[in-house]
């Protein structure tokens, strides 16, 4: 473990010397790891990093702030998967809509997804939401069964149902 400083603040950080041509940093879970090549010497890579130091010290502090990922427990999977079980007996009869297939998954970029086979994905992050977000993404999920775009007309069919569905939608964000 090397250590720079800037200002008052002491960064600490790892140096992976690998057979690469330039020196690059990488910030992981908090972690400095400088990949550096093979040859280079380390008074070499400590003069780079510490031209990084404000950069690094602005960064880390960021990532110190952004709030951490709560873990998914079994109990809240269940819990997850029932309150989306219920949803859907709720409102696939209510729109007269049928998914063929409903998974829980975790899945990075939206909280549900739907494809064209009607396939209903549903994030297992979820699990953290309350019932009624989790109530929400099911609705939107079937609503799209309707109507595959966001237009007004899709809008309006989430709002049918769900009448305060934009204060659940902001505990999305
Ligand atoms: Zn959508």
Do not use: E, F, T
């Given at each position: 473990m090397e250590i720079i400083q800037y200002g008052d603040k002491k960064i600490t950080y790892k140096i992976q010397k690998k057979k690469i041509k330039n020196l690059y940093i990488q910030i992981k879970n908090g972690e400095v790891i400088v990949k550096a090549?093979?040859?280079?010497k380390e008074k070499n890579i400590q003069e780079i990093v510490q031209k990084k130091a404000k950069w690094l010290k602005e960064t880390l502090e960021k990532e110190q702030q952004k709030p951490k990922e709560e873990p998914i427990t079994p109990q809240k999977l269940e819990n997850l998967k029932s309150t989306v079980q219920m949803a859907i007996k709720k409102y696939a009869n209510y729109l007269k809509v049928y998914p063929n297939k409903i998974r829980i998954k975790d899945i990075k970029y939206a909280w549900g997804s739907c494809s064209s086979n009607r396939n209903i994905t549903i994030n297992a992050?979820?699990?953290?939401?309350?019932k009624e977000a989790i109530e929400y993404v099911v609705l939107h999920e079937l609503c799209h069964l309707k109507e595959?775009?966001?237009s007004t007309k899709f809008w309006n069919l989430v709002e049918y149902c769900m009448s305060d569905y934009k204060i659940y939608r902001k505990e999305l964000r």
């Open positions: 090549p093979n040859k280079m992050k979820l699990a953290n939401k309350s595959m775009n966001h």
